[in-house]
């Protein structure tokens, strides 16, 4: 056997098994990258859903004038806690990206300070729930703007 056939097999087939796995390896990354946006996706979804709907009901129990000071902080209370919005926050700390994760952290604090009014003698006539519905409006904006940011980013 010629030992020049014997290297142009094996160098062959070197180079064919090479590319093979580079070419694997291409797939799974794009693969990977795929699976790891719809995470994403889906968690931002989630969580700026649990912090619109809370703020919705916070907002629908502000108006609700047949309960007393006691029901509205224990309902307000109820009303974070059933959306979610905990467990989703630290679900975006962990997968986020660190500006994202400071940014989806601020837009709970507001909103969880948007719940805090509900401590207060009168809610219904409380000075301070436009600013802090303002500012609500604001953290959602700024989160939402940065979550589409980090998305588009490939």
Not at 53 to 60: E, I, S, V
Not at 64 to 81: P, S, V, Y
Not at 114 to 128: I, K, N, T
Not at 137 to 149: C, D, H, I, P
Request: hydrophobic share 40%; net charge positive.
């Amino acid at each position: 056997m010629d030992w020049g056939t014997l290297a142009g097999t094996a160098l062959g087939a070197i180079l064919g098994v090479g590319t093979t796995l580079l070419a694997e390896r291409s797939r799974w990354r794009r693969e990977n990258t795929a699976r790891e946006r719809a995470v994403k996706q889906r968690l931002y979804a989630e969580y700026l859903g649990a912090l619109s709907l809370t703020t919705h009901r916070l907002r629908d129990l502000k108006r609700n004038t047949g309960l007393t000071r006691e029901e509205r902080i224990r309902q307000a209370g109820e009303i974070l806690g059933s959306t979610d919005a905990y467990q989703l926050r630290y679900q975006m700390l962990i997968i986020a990206p660190e500006p994202l994760g400071d940014t989806a952290n601020r837009a709970f604090r507001t909103v969880r300070d948007l719940r805090d009014r509900f401590d207060g003698p009168d809610v219904s006539a409380d000075p301070e729930w436009s600013s802090t519905m303002a500012a609500v409006g604001q953290a959602l904006n700024s989160l939402r703007t940065a979550m589409r940011s980090d998305l588009t980013v490939e």
